[in-house]
């Protein structure tokens, strides 16, 4: 089983590159600046961390592993990109590791060519629940988006998040904020911009034995993204 499972994520992991980067000319915007400011709400919504998991602690032998490809509805992407592509998706590698004391370190990775999508989180369960009780964690999280020309963008999230199983399911959902720091090269006309978005999510995870399924809706700021993950967990 783990090893069809890893046969699966290596095939998937083929695919894990942002491709819509490659796409991006914020030229397009000329110098209007509001026009800046949306498609970087945008992009601080579609790249901002998305653990697509649960609230509750993995322990210290616990191990998440899954390819994850979200989309987000987007206002600003067609002129970004000059089509009419409306929808952002944006494929990663995640991995989870189980710390002491209810911690979890979470890490994700994207790349194609010179452009690279990475990020990282840390959560505490302040309540680790069982089975009455559900589980309560609080998280901080950064992404950073490099190697797109004449773009630099990167995001800083804040959330708590609840979670209850119910043998292998387990919902879950969560509040937070995001802080977007997009900054264009300096031969453009554009400023750099930087504001703070609210994010609310839910999801449900489903875990048979090893093979794991995830899947979330999130809205950060206006945008709204859905994500599934595929991988294993224990």
């Given at each position: ?69 979200s989309s987000t509805e987007t206002k600003s992407l067609a002129k970004a990109t000059g089509t009419s592509d409306t929808s952002l998706i944006v494929p990663k590698l995640h991995v ?63 959330d708590i998040s609840i979670s209850k199983g119910f043998a292998m399911l387990t919902p879950y959902a969560g509040v937070g904020t995001v802080w977007v720091d997009s900054t264009p ?50």
């Amino acid at each position: 089983m783990i090893k069809k499972n890893l046969a699966l994520l290596c095939v998937l992991g083929c695919f894990v590159q942002p491709s819509f980067a490659a796409k991006i000319n914020i030229a397009n915007f000329g110098s209007v600046q509001s026009d800046f400011k949306s498609f970087s709400e945008d992009m601080g919504s579609a790249l901002s961390y998305k653990a697509i998991a649960p609230a509750e602690s993995l322990g210290i032998t616990g191990f998440d592993l899954g390819v994850e490809f979200s989309s987000t509805e987007t206002k600003s992407l067609a002129k970004a990109t000059g089509t009419s592509d409306t929808s952002l998706i944006v494929p990663k590698l995640h991995v989870h590791k189980g710390l002491p004391l209810g911690i979890d370190l979470g890490v994700f990775y994207s790349s194609v060519a010179n452009i690279k999508l990475y990020g990282g989180e840390l959560r505490y369960a302040i309540v680790e629940g069982g089975v009455a009780m559900p589980a309560i964690a609080i998280r901080g999280a950064m992404s950073k988006l490099s190697g797109v020309d004449q773009l630099e963008l990167g995001t800083q999230s804040l959330d708590i998040s609840i979670s209850k199983g119910f043998a292998m399911l387990t919902p879950y959902a969560g509040v937070g904020t995001v802080w977007v720091d997009s900054t264009p090269d300096a031969a453009t006309t554009l400023k750099k911009e930087s504001f703070q978005q609210g994010k609310t999510f839910a999801g449900v995870n489903l875990n048979f034995g090893l093979t794991n399924i995830a899947a979330e809706w999130d809205k950060t700021g206006a945008s709204t993204t859905t994500s599934v993950k595929l991988g294993f967990r224990f």
